[in-house]
């Protein structure tokens, strides 16, 4: 899947692309951030953001952002992170684990 992506977005100029993973806790979402990664061709470990919230994955002509707002419990705390700045990076995908903890937020950016 990671590959696809990567063909897909190679001949535009410039994309912003979010993934939402929604499951349960221990659904597999990071698994499956994992194999995406992979599939890019990233050959280190891949950790868990949940407590750093994000980890940054750079490729040759993308960047990687893994979210996971699992332990989010204000929307604040997003605008901490600066979230605005790692969605409107040119190039990227951004992985979101636990995206309904950003849904007021996440309305706002899409409405502003």
Known sequence: ???????????????SVLIFLIGELGAGKTTLCKGFLKGLGHKDVVKSPTYNLV????FSNLVVFHFDFYQISHQKELSNVGIQEYLDTNNSISIIEWPEKMASFYLILTYR
Not at 6 to 13: A, G, I, M, P
Not at 55 to 58: F, I
């Open 1 to 15: 899947m990671g590959r696809k992506f990567q063909v897909r977005f190679k001949k535009s100029d410039s994309y």
């Open 55 to 58: 980890e940054t994955y750079e």
